[in-house]
């Protein structure tokens, strides 16, 4: 079993900058692809970027190309994103989610194992 603790969220005016922790314990031996999923009120979960164990390839929703960078220190445990330029329409509950398959970058929520409750992200126009 693996525990995600997401971290870092607020409120933030548009234009501005937000990195979220997504915080690895139990099971943290094994390898883990590691995503961020997203959820606005009313709206269906949505796949914003994942990256691979070894951090080599990443992937992002094309919303968040350009903007968002997913990371991850592997030594701490935790997986980061930093949201840059973000505008009002990324507000959302945001999750981070572990994929017990290490290379597999997977958009679908179903591919992946473990999930944390979330961190609430608010922009402000």
């Known amino acids: 079993q693996v525990q995600l603790v997401e971290s870092g969220g607020g409120l933030v005016q548009a234009g501005g900058s937000l990195r979220l922790s997504c915080a690895a314990s139990?099971?943290?031996?094994?390898?883990?692809?590691m995503a961020w999923f997203r959820q606005a009120p009313g709206k269906e979960r949505e796949f914003v970027a994942a990256i691979r164990w070894s951090g080599s390839r990443t992937y992002y929703a094309d919303s968040v190309k350009g903007r968002f960078t997913i990371s991850r220190d592997n030594a701490k445990n935790t997986v980061y994103l930093q949201m840059n330029s973000l505008k009002p329409e990324d507000t959302a509950v945001y999750r981070c989610?572990?994929?017990?398959?290490?290379?597999?970058?997977?958009?679908?929520?179903?591919?992946?194992?473990?999930w944390g409750q979330g961190t609430q992200v608010t922009v402000s126009s």
């Open positions: 139990g099971r943290t031996d094994s390898t883990y692809a």
């Open positions: 989610a572990a994929d017990k398959t290490p290379l597999r970058l997977g958009a679908a929520a179903g591919n992946y194992d473990y």
